[in-house]
């Protein structure tokens, strides 16, 4: 890039920062588009983004979407995700999932992390691309080996249900334990789940209740629903049923079915809670609406 066009770029960024003048994102708009016919690709994103929301200059979703292709035809990686997007939601332009598809190729192909899990989910739900489980788990492996949370527990549930790769409980494990120490908590449960049955490592309730109460913390239903399990039946903790009745009740008022139906029967007996007839039918009735066989069960008994 010639000095000249280094100055084009670098004034836009002076006026849209403040950088040894004051912030003017008018001003800003107006070096990055001198810099953008000059064909500097940074200056073509970053008018893309100030048309897309109107900021410093009138708001032009098309005209976004003509910078932001300019961009992203030099491997512009931002501008390629950007894309991607817009041709997945008609923002500016006309949907077109293959081609939507395409740009999320080529920025995963670069390394982009949300590239290629896109691009995963993609080719998981056949948007724009044939429904391919192997290459979407491929995708996904590239994205959690650069150390992305969500695509390790993606890898982790491909290997734990045997989704476009071989099932293995251990390599389940592997990839779960490496999500829930970054603190991902549907990794988390998952793990928990592991060693409460044992798949792929020795069975460890403590393990389970350690890893369960992690994700329950994060208000996750499916974890909150697990400590209630534990608790009530004094799995890798002393049995306490106003506990349980404290986690059920946190999970039932996410909607869990299999929650709601345990708390009915904590309050129809009075474990753990005051005994309340009433409140535990509201239960059953609402885990029963959902399909719940023991709940229908337990208002049929129960009139």
Request: net charge negative.
């Amino acid at each position: 890039m010639n000095s000249t066009l280094t100055l084009l770029r670098y004034a836009g960024f002076a006026y849209q920062d403040g950088l040894g003048t004051q912030q003017n994102r008018i001003e800003a708009a107006k070096w990055f588009r001198k810099a953008a016919v000059q064909g500097v690709v940074q200056a073509q994103y970053e008018l893309g983004n100030m048309l897309t929301y109107g900021d410093g200059i009138e708001q032009n979703e098309s005209e976004a979407v003509y910078w932001y292709e300019m961009a992203a035809n030099k491997g512009y990686v931002d501008a390629q995700i950007y894309l991607a997007a817009a041709y997945a939601d008609g923002i500016g332009i006309e949907i077109d999932l293959v081609k939507s598809a395409y740009w999320l190729r080529c920025a995963a192909e670069q390394g982009s992390i949300t590239g290629q899990i896109c691009l995963a989910e993609a080719l998981i739900q056949g948007k724009g691309v044939l429904h391919n489980l192997t290459e979407a788990f491929t995708w996904y492996k590239k994205a959690a080996e650069q150390g992305d949370a969500s695509a390790q527990n993606s890898v982790g549930e491909a290997y734990y249900y045997g989704n476009g790769v071989q099932k293995d409980y251990a390599l389940a494990r592997f990839w779960y334990t490496k999500a829930a120490e970054q603190e991902y908590g549907m990794a988390q449960a998952s793990l928990g789940w592991i060693y409460f049955h044992g798949r792929g490592v020795v069975q460890d309730e403590d393990q389970a209740f350690f890893w369960f109460s992690k994700a329950a913390a994060q208000d996750l239903g499916d974890a909150q629903e697990a400590l209630g399990f534990a608790f009530s039946r004094g799995i890798g903790v002393p049995q306490d049923y106003t506990q349980a009745a404290y986690w059920y009740g946190k999970a039932a008022e996410q909607g869990r079915p299999q929650a709601q139906n345990e708390l009915g029967n904590l309050l129809s007996t009075g474990n753990g809670v005051p005994r309340d007839e009433v409140k535990a039918k509201e239960w059953w009735r609402k885990a029963a609406s959902q399909g719940n066989v023991n709940a229908r069960l337990n208002l049929r008994f129960n009139p």
